[in-house]
């Protein structure tokens, strides 16, 4: 009887958890698909290629090796540790204990690796803790966009882990213990669990409880962070894979164009150039497009696909120059604006709501709340150098340049509110046909009196 | 120094002229507003027309006809100016139906090569430190006859635009190691190369408020590097570790060199040496200027 009502309860559990998932994903994926649309290229086999190796693989975490061993150590977990949560699905579903255990050596080998692992883990999330907490924690763990929530939610993944770790060591030490007292053999090898049976109590009700507390702690406990994933930078660990896989396959020094300006350079220049119509919305309307990006959803779906993988590492931030030099810019803070004007402006995860943050209050400088001025001041955009260093040194290959881009496009063809030096510079490219004050007509003056010594 | 040797004036061949000549070039070398206007980067122009003129490639230059490629318009987010100049090249470069293309500045190098198509421009486009070594690859450079950079300790500077934006990191340093110098590398090198702090338009504009400017940040690590001091290294922030080679041994630099492949960097990497007072004893050189004077051939 016991026995089906935890059958029961368990299904129950289960498709509560699944279903809230997927009913949060679908909002993300609609905050996503806000984004303008953009011309992808590339083949994919070159994209797959990419995802192996950066995501799967995890090539750019090692330009860091202390971190990345770190990291690798609690990934490997998290693959290996979900063939065992696969079983406790089936346990769970079928009443069944272990199923598994058919495996015979090969199911061994896989607790054994459990057991180690999350022994691993527990040590790696210990070090995270205190690469975070301690009185001068790592640098790029710090930052104005760190506010309270990004530091808390940082620590609650930390928590999360060694608790489900925890739950999982009760579990097999419980059942272990059961096992030796009845004298059977449990299935299964547990390098750690068996280190700690001998901090189980003698009795067998009380050992069947902690065992199937275990169980549904660690089971229960994957189901709710599942569900606060789409709150978290944690979300990293499933949006990090379509991410890499959507990467721009292009030079990172080669910029997007603007294919309506295309168009309407090619039509001052030709008057006979067709130009397409411009794109419609449902009652026929033009639709008027802005040059640039004012707000998140005047950004490409990419950018925005981006936001949603941010793991809030700083890597960007700590090789981004102008921030080096104490500049305001942090490309982190960039992507981490646009993932909260998204949520504030449409959908936003079950958890955290940007809308109703009390956080320390930002750098407002627009009414309107946009992410040009309502989130990221012009004084950030024009800092940057373009020099492509965040982007090379974010592990998920985020592009916080394209969205720097984006946003000097909008202040400067929009609004013409560059600051005024580049607006002389454009002067002088339009009247000279240089960034420089120089007369065209000295623009071969250098050949003069030129010599070259005769071989 | 090499004895003294006969000397020849070059006139410049003109696109124009080749043209109404019926005549193509080889390649055709793109100054870039940096090589025609900027007094120290006139040089670097000067140094590579020697080295073309010496190994007797067949190439051109735009004269008058050339305007600037809109990098810094198109950076600085004024899409419909860069276009403007971007087609008006390339109306100028199909006229004279140009197939490749050599330029000593990144930013050119890189605005022809990847934004160009997108706008009907489709040229083989290099830079020069990887024409530069093409010629020594090919034994048509020997880098011999001229100065002596013998021992001499040089770092090279990695330009974002050839470096992170297009991957170029072994061209300039072949070059360099052609020269049989002392060379070392900065701990923040190839694609984690520190920027100098003019790109994305910021050569035409002060920066925004800070603590330090980027460019004295730059060549404080290129001065240490120089000198092989391993405190002041060490002290770096932004540093990815994994970068190749240990920390320089300690040198009393009297004749370093920070090398260089891009005008921008040439500016900002003077400026910094000036800034930490050391124009005495660290010189500032471009990729084909030390190859013409290794060469011998600057008269």
Redesign the interface.
Known sequence: MVQVLQQILFLLVAALGIGLFAWQVRKIRANILRGKDRDMGGSVSERINKTLLVAFGQQKM?????PALLHLVVYVGFLVINIEVIEIMIDGIFGTHRVLRFLGPLYDVLMATNEVLGALVIIAVAAFWWRRNRTQPV?RFTGVELRAWPKLDANIILYVEVALMLALFTMNSADLKLHQLEGVELPGTFPVSSLLVGLMPDNVTALHVLERVGWWIHIVGILAFLNYLPSSKHFHIIMAFPNVYYTRL??????S??DS??H???AM?DPSYPVPAPPVDAEGNPVVQR??AKDADDLSWLNLLNAYSCTECGRCT?????N??????SPRKIIMDTRDRIEEKYESPLIFEPNKYQGEERVHVDEEGTLVRGKVTP?EL????????C???CPVNINPLDSI?E???????EESA??N??N???SN??NN????A?S????????D??????? | M?EQ??????S?P?MADLASRGEQPEVLFW?G?A????DRY?RV??AF??IL??VGVKYA?L??E???T?D??????????F???A?QNITTFDGYGIKKIVTACPHCF?TI???YP??GGNYEVIHHSTFLQQLINEGRVKVQ?GESYKGRRITFHDS??LG????IYEAPREVLAALDADLVEMKRSK?????C??????????????????N???TEEALATLDGNAAALDAL??V???NEGATPSPKKSDNGIIAVGCPFCMTMMSDGVKNKERENNVQVFDLAELVASA?????
């Not at chain 1, 292009?250 to 910029?255: I, L, S, T």
């Not at chain 2, 810094?72 to 100016?81: I, Q, T, V």
Request: with cysteine; hydrophobic share 40%.
């Open positions: 090692f330009k860091r090796i202390t640098r292009v030079p990172q020094g080669q910029f164009n603007v300006i295309t309407e350079v090619k220049l040059f640039g700590s090789v981004c120059p102008a080096i030099t104490g500049k305001l810019l004084e024009w800092a940057c150098t373009t020099c492509n260093a982007v090379e040194a881009i946003m000097r496009r909008y202040l400067v063809l560059a600051p030096s580049l002389v510079m454009f490219i339009e046909g240089a960034p420089w120089f065209p007509s000295d623009r071969f003056n250098w050949a009196d030129l010599y070259v010594a005769e071989k | 090499a040797v006969a000397k020849r004036q070059v410049v003109l100054v507003c090589g025609a206007f900027d006139k122009t000067r027309v020697r003129e010496h230059v004269g008058m050339e305007t600037c809109g810094p318009a198109k950076r600085a987010g004024n899409e419909f100016l276009q403007m100049q087609m890189n090569k990847n934004e997108a706008l006859g974002c635009y992170r934006a297009n991957n694609a984690n190369g520190l920027c702090g003019a790109g994305g338009a910021q050569m035409w504009k002060e920066p925004e408020p800070g603590k330090k400017d980027i004295v940040e730059r922030y932004g990815e570790s994994g060469e011998g051939l600057n008269a």
